[in-house]
Nanobody
Framework: VQLVESGGGLVQAGGSLRLSCVAS????????VGWFRQAPGKEREVISC????????HYVDSVKGRFTISRDNAKNTAYLQMDSLKPEDTAVYYC???????????WGQGTQVTVSS
């Protein structure tokens, strides 16, 4: 099983990035997908998740209205559209997949997002 994130980079405050998470080796349709982030010196935190097959979405308050999570099960891919980025969004962003029926879960390797002021 692999989860591969891409789309991170350096962007100025107010800018946008779109992260992608491509999954392989698992029945993607049966997994909820979450995006986590970890800033230097801080704990990893969940910021958004999306269920399947009913794609209900959830966001933490700090990103609500700025970030949009989505998924394309036909492409085994999840996305995180990040708009109006702030310097405090700087972190390594991780994709996480959790099987809806039990505790099976997988992590991606992470992608760095840096927002300059």
């Amino acid at each position: 099983v692999q989860l591969v994130e891409s789309g991170g980079g350096l962007v100025q405050a107010g800018g946008s990035l779109r992260l992608s998470c491509v999954a392989s080796g698992l029945a993607f349709d049966y997994y909820a997908v979450g995006w986590f982030r970890q800033a230097p010196g801080k704990e990893r935190e969940v910021i958004s998740c999306i269920d399947s097959p009913n794609p209900r979405t959830h966001y933490v308050d700090s990103v609500k209205g700025r970030f949009t999570i989505s998924r394309d099960n036909a492409k085994n891919t999840a996305y995180l559209q990040m708009d109006s980025l702030k310097p405090e969004d700087t972190a390594v962003y991780y994709c996480h997949a959790r099987l809806m029926s039990n505790s099976t879960q997988y992590w991606g390797q992470g992608t760095q997002v840096t927002v300059s002021s």
